[in-house]
C-alpha cells in the first residue's frame, strides 16, 4: 500500500529513506516530485519499492542499497514458514526481483547480498529468529550508511577550502543517500563550521537531479547554488570559478575506474584541461573489486521518453526519431585527482590503494 503524506512540508527532515517505527514500511522521500512537493511514501509490497527504484522515487546509490536492504527485509516478514529451506528459496526469489530494479549501482547487490548472508549464516536458527536478525541487519545497513557519508565529509573537507567553487554533477548529496550524501557531504560539514562554498550545479539531463534535487538540498541547506545547464561546465571553469569538482559515483572498478551518472566523464576532461581537480566521493561498498576495470560496468539505457518527452509541455523532438539515452558513463581512473571514502582519500596509482581498502 502506498500511504503519501503529500502535504507539501517546509523542509527535508526526514531522512531520504527508512523503516517506519514499526518496521514494517519502507519510508522514503518522493524523488520524482522533488522540488515542487516533499512527498513521503510509505511503501510495503515487493512490487511498490522495486517500482520506486526503477522510477527513481528512491535513487542515488547509497540509498538504493539501503532501499533494498529494507525491502528484502518486509519481504522475509511475509514469507510464512517454519521451514528454512522453504524460507530461503522464497527469499532468494525476492532478492532477486529487487536486485533486477537497476542494474549499475552496485551498492544495491551489495546490500541485498549482505541480508542474504544473515539467512545463509543462520540456517539452525528458527525462522522467526532470522527474521529478527535480517531487522538488524537492514538497520546496521540504515546506520551504517549515515556514519559513512559523515567520515567521507570529514576526508573530502580537507581538499577543499572556505570560499572555493565547487562543482558537482547529478545528485550525490542527501537525497541519495540516507542524510548527508557523498560527494556534497564536505559541504555540508564545511556549513557547519561556517565556511562559504559556492556551488555550481550542473543540471545533468535528462532527469535533471542537479537542477531540481542538488539545487533543492543545498539551497535547504543554505548553500550558495547556482544551476548551469551541462554544456556549461567549460564556460564556468574557464571563468576560474570552480577550484574542485565533487562527484559520487555508482560503481568503481578495481584500477578506479568510476561510473558515475551521464556527463560525468566529461565534466572531467574539461577539468583537467583547466587544471581543476577532480574529486570522487564513495563509501567502500560502492568499490565492485569484482570487475577489473569499467568496460566490465553495465550502464544502464533507460527509456527515450526521458529525452524527447519529459519537462517539455510537448514532445520537442520529432516523433520517430532514434534515442540513445544510457543513464551513466565511466570516467577513467587517470581522470580522477583522488577517490574520497569513509577510510580516507585515496590517490593513484588506484589498484594498489582501492585494494589496500576493499
Ligand atoms: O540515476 P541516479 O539518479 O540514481 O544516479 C545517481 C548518481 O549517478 C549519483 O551521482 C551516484 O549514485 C552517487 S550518489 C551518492
Known amino acids: 500500500m502506498i500511504q503519501d503524506s503529500a502535504a507539501p512540508r517546509e523542509s527535508v527532515v526526514h531522512d531520504t529513506v ?40 528512491v535513487r542515488g546509490a547509497p540509498a538504493i542499497g539501503v532501499a533494498a536492504a529494507i525491502g528484502v527485509y518486509l519481504a ?45 549464516r543462520n540456517k539452525n536458527l528458527p525462522v522467526s529468529e532470522v527474521k529478527f536478525l535480517l531487522h538488524d541487519e537492514a538497520a546496521r545497513i540504515h546506520d551504517e550508511d ?22 558537482t554533477h547529478c545528485n550525490a548529496g542527501r537525497l541519495a543517500a540516507v542524510r548527508y550524501g557523498t560527494a556534497l557531504a564536505p559541504l555540508y560539514l564545511g556549513r557547519e563550521r561556517g565556511c562559504n562554498f559556492k556551488v555550481f550545479a550542473d543540471e545533468t539531463r535528462p532527469l535533471l537531479q542537479g537542477a531540481r534535487l542538488t539545487a533543492f538540498e543545498l539551497m535547504e541547506d543554505g548553500i550558495d547554488t547556482t544551476v548551469i545547464c551541462d554544456n556549461m561546465a567549460a564556460r564556468v571553469m574557464r571563468n576560474g570559478w570552480i577550484q574542485a569538482v565533487l562527484v559520487g559515483c555508482d560503481r568503481m572498478a578495481a584500477n ?51 529525452v524527447t518527452d519529459m519537462w517539455y509541455r510537448e514532445r520537442m523532438a520529432p516523433e520517430g526519431i532514434k534515442v540513445y539515452n544510457p543513464a551513466f558513463d565511466i570516467t577513467p581512473a587517470d581522470l580522477i585527482t583522488a577517490v574520497v571514502t569513509e577510510h580516507g582519500v585515496l590517490t593513484p596509482p588506484y589498484g594498489e590503494s582501492l585494494t589496500a581498502f576493499r
Open 256 to 306: 578506479g575506474d568510476a561510473c558515475n551518472k551521464i556527463g560525468t566523464s566529461g565534466v572531467a576532461i574539461i577539468a583537467r584541461h583547466y587544471g581543476v581537480p577532480f574529486y570522487v566521493c564513495a563509501p567502500t561498498s560502492t568499490i565492485d573489486m569484482n570487475v577489473s576495470d569499467g568496460s566490465g560496468i553495465v550502464i544502464e539505457e533507460r527509456a527515450a521518453g526521458e
Open 18 to 57: 527508512t523503516l517506519d517505527d514499526e518496521g514494517r514500511a519502507l519510508v522514503i522521500i518522493d524523488q520524482t516530485r522533488l522540488p515542487r512537493v516533499v512527498s513521503v511514501l510509505s511503501l510495503t509490497t515487493q512490487e511498490e519499492i522495486y517500482r520506486a527504484i526503477a522510477t527513481l522515487q
Open 146 to 167: 549515515i556514519r559513512v557519508c559523515r567520515a567521507i565529509g570529514e576526508h573530502g573537507l580537507c581538499l577543499i577550502r572556505d570560499g572555493w567553487g565547487i562543482l
Open 76 to 120: 522475509a516478514l511475509g514469507i510464512e514458514t517454519d521451514d528454512w529451506g522453504e524460507f530461503y528459496s522464497r527469499f532468494a526469489l525476492a532478492k532477486q526481483y529487487l536486485a533486477s530494479s537497476r542494474p549499475t549501482a552496485v551498492n544495491l547487490f551489495w546490500a541485498l547480498d549482505r541480508m542474504e548472508g544473515v539467512v545463509v
